[in-house]
């Protein structure tokens, strides 16, 4: 027999053995077994206890879970980093499969209506309807958050160079994400529905359950301001847009004109509120006044029609021009531009504030935002009611801390950011374990990969070289 201790000898024709699955260190294959494993275990207690409760985590129970999440991961990192798990966690195979996993879940969600009772029920079974309060998804988002908070900590030391950006941007997102989900339960949103001259102390939700308040509003005045209405062309039996016009309809306004499905318009008067005075609209300044106008309408043959139209309002009748027994000139309701409501809010402390609340610019409260929700549709600008949306949410700091360090991290990678000079041993067996690569006395390297298509896993001493025996064959 012959013994041969060289692997550089070894005979063209030997077979390489694959790294048998769960063998460290772990790869792709084991993060797809994870996640296959995830999604069947996800789905048994989606299908045997049904879904979870989205209020489970409310304070304090979220910043406890969350702390406890944290802890482990920071613990595991700092004292059981030799377990293939641990090590494995912060290395790209488990990023890249735990992303996909949370990528694939994500899909579904953006396929299938959410909250809607009229899902299929084999839908609503499985989670599908309600994915964020589903076990599968619970399962994946924790894979994902796991891995990135491993991949955060490998990189918190050395902190100089390019690890100081990175930091920023993965330790962001985690906070960000994790303050998000923690936070949804203490995410409160109700309604005042104002009425002029009365104070609410109380508001309701979306399932209509009504909340004392640690505030009140009363509703003093409700403002809009209109974009002039278009110049239409319906049909006389249904009132239907024609749909070849749409692209056609031009805002009123003296003067203009335009050319409505063959025909030529022109505005001779408009009024934005106006009266009906013996056959003929006059500008009014009163109650529920409809905008009108006096249109000119030339068909092909250099016909003209000349007449009123008007969109009516809760106070006046619409008015059409009929052009012929199929179709007629219209005009469309106006639609708001802004609008917005000057309320007075009392707090318990007696403290009285005048604001005026707005769409897209909020009105701040102990701790409570409001903005303007909607208002009675039926009476438009003279609506004597608004409804008033309050918003609290007290994780938004949270979040916004994350989004701040990964645009900081990212500003830093984009200018100041370096490589270390010397880059940390990435091998797993070794520097990931906590074993050192190189000699601190005489800074040169304990180890070298061997050379081959397993040089991360072959690793040999520089100083003692030990090679596995190999059977080639026997003489």
Same mark, same amino acid.
């Given at each position: 027999?012959?013994?041969?201790?060289?692997?550089?000898?070894?005979?063209?024709?030997?077979?390489?053995?694959?790294?048998?699955?769960?063998?460290? &260190?772990?790869?792709?294959?084991?993060?797809? +077994?994870?996640?296959?494993?995830? =999604? @069947?275990? #996800?789905?048994? /207690? !989606?299908?045997?206890?049904?879904?979870?409760?989205?209020?489970?985590?409310?304070?304090?129970?979220?910043?406890?879970?969350?702390?406890?999440?944290?802890?482990?991961?920071?613990?595991?990192?700092?004292?059981?980093?030799?377990?293939?798990?641990?090590?494995?966690?912060?290395?790209? &195979?488990?990023?890249?499969?735990?992303?996909? +996993?949370?990528?694939?879940?994500? =899909? @579904?969600? #953006?396929?299938? /209506? !959410?909250?809607?009772?009229?899902?299929?029920?084999?839908?609503?079974?499985?989670?599908?309807?309600?994915?964020?309060?589903?076990?599968?998804?619970?399962?994946?988002?924790?894979?994902?958050?796991?891995?990135?908070?491993?991949?955060?900590?490998?990189?918190?030391?050395?902190?100089?160079?390019?690890?100081?950006?990175?930091?920023?941007?993965?330790?962001?997102?985690?906070?960000?994400?994790?303050?998000? /989900?923690?936070?949804?339960?203490?995410?409160?949103?109700?309604?005042?529905?104002?009425?002029?001259?009365?104070?609410?102390?109380?508001?309701?939700?979306?399932?209509?359950?009504?909340?004392?308040?640690?505030?009140?509003?009363?509703?003093?005045?409700?403002?809009?301001?209109?974009?002039?209405?278009?110049?239409?062309?319906?049909?006389?039996?249904?009132?239907?847009?024609?749909?070849?016009?749409?692209?056609?309809?031009?805002?009123?306004?003296?003067?203009?004109?335009?050319?409505?499905?063959?025909?030529?318009?022109?505005?001779?008067?408009?009024?934005?509120?106006?009266?009906?005075?013996?056959?003929?609209?006059?500008?009014?300044?009163?109650?529920?006044?409809?905008?009108?106008?006096?249109?000119?309408?030339?068909?092909?043959?250099?016909?003209?029609?000349?007449?009123?139209?008007?969109?009516?309002?809760?106070?006046?009748?619409?008015?059409?021009?009929?052009?012929?027994?199929?179709?007629?000139?219209?005009?469309?309701?106006?639609?708001?531009?802004?609008?917005?409501?000057?309320?007075?809010?009392?707090?318990?402390?007696?403290?009285?504030?005048?604001?005026?609340?707005?769409?897209?610019?909020?009105?701040?409260?102990?701790?409570?935002?409001?903005?303007?929700?909607?208002?009675?549709?039926?009476?438009?600008?003279?609506?004597?009611?608004?409804?008033?949306?309050?918003?609290?949410?007290?994780?938004?700091?949270?979040?916004?801390?994350?989004?701040?360090?990964?645009?900081?991290?990212?500003?830093?990678?984009?200018?100041?950011?370096?490589?270390?000079?010397?880059?940390?041993?990435?091998?797993?067996?070794?520097?990931?374990?906590?074993?050192?690569?190189?000699?601190?006395?005489?800074?040169?390297?304990?180890?070298?990969?061997?050379?081959?298509?397993?040089?991360?896993?072959?690793?040999?001493?520089?100083?003692?070289?030990?090679?596995?025996?190999?059977?080639?064959?026997?003489?």
């Amino acid at each position: 027999m012959s013994l041969n201790t060289s692997a550089n000898n070894r005979a063209p024709g030997a077979i390489t053995r694959k790294k048998p699955v769960w063998a460290s &260190p772990w790869g792709y294959a084991e993060g797809w +077994l994870i996640c296959l494993a995830l =999604l @069947i275990t #996800g789905t048994a /207690l !989606q299908l045997t206890i049904g879904g979870l409760n989205a209020n489970a985590l409310s304070w304090p129970v979220n910043i406890i879970t969350g702390s406890i999440f944290t802890a482990v991961l920071i613990f595991s990192w700092y004292f059981l980093r030799r377990l293939p798990m641990v090590n494995w966690l912060a290395r790209v &195979p488990a990023a890249i499969t735990s992303i996909a +996993l949370l990528t694939f879940l994500v =899909l @579904i969600m #953006g396929f299938t /209506l !959410q909250e809607d009772a009229g899902n299929p029920a084999w839908v609503q079974q499985l989670g599908l309807s309600n994915m964020t309060s589903s076990w599968p998804f619970l399962f994946g988002m924790m894979f994902f958050m796991a891995s990135l908070g491993m991949a955060t900590l490998k990189r918190l030391t050395p902190m100089k160079g390019r690890n100081i950006g990175f930091f920023l941007n993965h330790a962001g997102l985690y906070i960000a994400i994790l303050g998000g /989900l923690l936070g949804a339960a203490d995410l409160k949103r109700v309604f005042f529905d104002l009425t002029e001259g009365e104070v609410m102390w109380g508001a309701v939700d979306r399932d209509g359950l009504y909340y004392e308040m640690p505030l009140a509003v009363e509703l003093e005045r409700f403002n809009m301001e209109e974009f002039n209405p278009k110049v239409a062309i319906i049909y006389n039996e249904t009132g239907r847009i024609v749909p070849e016009s749409i692209s056609q309809m031009f805002e009123m306004g003296k003067g203009h004109r335009g050319n409505l499905y063959g025909w030529d318009v022109e505005i001779l008067e408009f009024h934005k509120m106006s009266g009906r005075i013996d056959g003929r609209f006059e500008p009014v300044i009163d109650y529920g006044a409809p905008p009108a106008a006096l249109v000119r309408v030339t068909d092909s043959g250099g016909q003209q029609l000349e007449g009123w139209i008007t969109s009516g309002s809760f106070m006046y009748p619409h008015q059409l021009l009929h052009v012929d027994h199929e179709l007629a000139i219209a005009m469309t309701i106006p639609q708001a531009s802004h609008y917005s409501s000057d309320v007075v809010i009392y707090t318990p402390d007696g403290q009285v504030r005048q604001a005026r609340v707005e769409v897209n610019k909020p009105v701040s409260v102990n701790g409570w935002k409001l903005y303007q929700f909607s208002y009675d549709d039926r009476f438009g600008k003279w609506s004597s009611s608004s409804t008033i949306e309050a918003i609290r949410d007290p994780w938004l700091p949270v979040v916004y801390t994350g989004i701040f360090m990964l645009i900081a991290g990212s500003l830093y990678l984009m200018t100041l950011g370096k490589a270390p000079e010397t880059e940390p041993d990435d091998t797993p067996a070794l520097h990931e374990a906590g074993m050192p690569s190189t000699d601190k006395k005489n800074n040169t390297p304990l180890y070298v990969a061997a050379p081959g298509p397993d040089a991360e896993r072959a690793l040999k001493p520089v100083r003692k070289p030990q090679q596995e025996p190999e059977f080639e064959g026997v003489v």
